[in-house]
């Protein structure tokens, strides 16, 4: 069974940062793009970034302030979040798409929200 569990939400004030850890049980690690969503209140779900066999994509509301990185050995995507504003406010989602078929797997999510 495929789980990715998410951890390093919060609260932190407007130019702070935070590290997001995702860890995903079983194979679905090394045969998945992995990356992060994020979905805010009364809004739709939007991709943060999503890597894969070395190439990282973000979107342009993130690039220059969100990384994300991966540890093989350790089975885990991170999301290291730098100047975070209030509009980064958001349930934040773990989501692997297995290679080669059409298999998307999330999280559970977690709540960052940012204070002005």
């Known amino acids: 069974q495929v789980q990715l569990v998410e951890s390093g939400g919060g609260l932190v004030q407007a130019g702070g940062s935070l590290r997001l850890s995702c860890l995903a049980s079983?194979?679905?690690?090394?045969?998945?793009?992995m990356g992060w969503y994020r979905q805010a209140p009364g809004k739709q779900r939007e991709l943060v970034g999503m890597?894969?066999?070395?190439?990282?994509n973000y979107a342009d509301s993130v690039k220059g302030r969100f990384t994300i990185s991966r540890d093989y050995a350790e089975n885990t995507v991170y999301l290291q979040m730098n100047s975070l504003k209030p509009e980064d406010t958001a349930v934040y989602y773990c989501n692997a798409k297995k290679l080669g078929a059409l298999i998307n797997y999330w999280g559970k999510g977690t709540l960052v929200t940012v204070s002005s």
């Open positions: 079983g194979t679905i690690f090394s045969t998945s793009a």
């Open positions: 890597t894969s066999g070395g190439s990282t």
